[in-house]
């Protein structure tokens, strides 16, 4: 591993400090995301009613309930859910 990629995963690190467990969501939250967000760990929590948390359409079929996605990885959420 090179020096750059290592200080890319250490500030990836730092940008998502916490998970959320899907079964761990308050009532009127759910998990949400389309194929990339399972590919690359980054469901939503989408709030009934409103939307994803941070921001982002929730225009696709809902992948990450599909493939029964287990935790909670998009910053934005995470941020605004704590």
């Not at 200080?7 to 899907?22: C, H």
Request: net charge positive.
């Amino acid at each position: 591993m090179t020096p750059r990629q290592y200080n890319e995963l250490q500030r990836q690190a730092d940008v998502v400090l916490t998970r959320v467990n899907v079964s761990d969501l308050k009532p009127g939250h759910h998990v949400f995301g389309n194929k990339g967000n399972v590919w690359n760990d980054t469901a939503h929590i989408y709030k009934s009613g409103e939307g994803n948390l941070c921001g982002t359409p929730a225009l696709s079929t809902n992948w990450a309930r599909i493939e029964e996605v287990k935790t909670i990885g998009c910053p934005g959420c995470l941020a605004r859910y704590q």
